[in-house]
């Protein structure tokens, strides 16, 4: 017998299914999406307004035949992954199995409010999905990003020249904003007392806009990049100003950062913070700065939602040399900053309001 490594037969075998789940899992869980995203599937069952059997599904599509099976494969995979449910429904005297969405396959329709459709796209898209084969050459080139290394430079000058991904880019990131429709309705207080707010790389202003919404009496700056803000239109409370967070940053009562800080090492993340702080220097009591991001709390979160926060630090860490952040990361960071104190509270699934102070 060769050497087992100390390990039994049965951990072996255990150990090859946690390899193939792995290896499996790598590409089809994202592309499997986004093959249901391109055939429409969740707008198709939401707009059948009950759940669909598979021979309504592929007649819908006008499946070819030999494909029929292949979609179920599809099919039977995305419910496992708790992208659809599969239910049983009754026709006359028959018993059928049917499919419907589920509240993350929701988030999947193209023209809902909520949907990250956009992101899907995004992150499957074959530049996107290539940059990871790269990995082994990252590793080895001194200062160079997975980006740099896989694109020919960082991410910001490519979107600079290439309209169409700078575009879904924006697309994207609002999508995820969409969310804050939802998370800031309960957050009052966070706003109290203040009149202006920046919302420094604000992309195309998903997020102050639910501001505005919110609280009329706010009025909002989305500050970001030239290329992202030209030719977008503010109204009698929110503007748009183009510019760059490393010069300075148009003065209000409090700053908002949202996702901006995680794609930034800690000496930049540093020196945002300092024109931040520059940017409320003059507002007293008023002024804050907050940032909407992830916090690493392994003791404290479920092994999926940690494994969600990891992934984001690897892909932050490798595509931008950004990091994602502990409390006690986060802490420094500030104190680094020359900030005084600061106070955390949890906000969606996966984001943390983190509310600063000079
Ligand atoms: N806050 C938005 C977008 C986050 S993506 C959201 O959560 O939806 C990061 C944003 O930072 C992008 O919109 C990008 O254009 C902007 N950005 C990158 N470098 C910048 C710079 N130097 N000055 C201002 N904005 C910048």
Known sequence: MGSNHGCSANEIFEGQIHLYKHLYAHVLDSMSLKWMIE???????????QPITLPELASTLQIPLTKVRGVQSLLRYLAHCGFLQIVRIHHHTEEKEAYALTAASQLLLKGSD???????????????????????KWTYEDDLTLFDVSLGSNLWDFLGKNPENNKLFNESMASDSQMMNLALRGCNWVFEGVESIVDVGGGTGTTARAICDAFPNVKCTVFDRPQVVENLSGTNNLRYVGGDMFESIPKADAVLLKLILHDWNDNDGKKILENCKEAISDKGKRGRVILIETVINEGQDEHGLTGLKLAMDVRMTCLLNGKERSEEEWKKLFMDAGFQSYKIYPLTGYLSLIEIYP
């Open 39 to 49: 055939l429409g599937i969740p707008d198709i069952i939401h707009n059948h307004h």
């Open 114 to 136: 909520l949907s990250l459709a956009p992101m899907v796209e995004l992150l499957t898209k074959p530049h996107a999905v290539h940059a990871w084969s790269q990995l082994k």
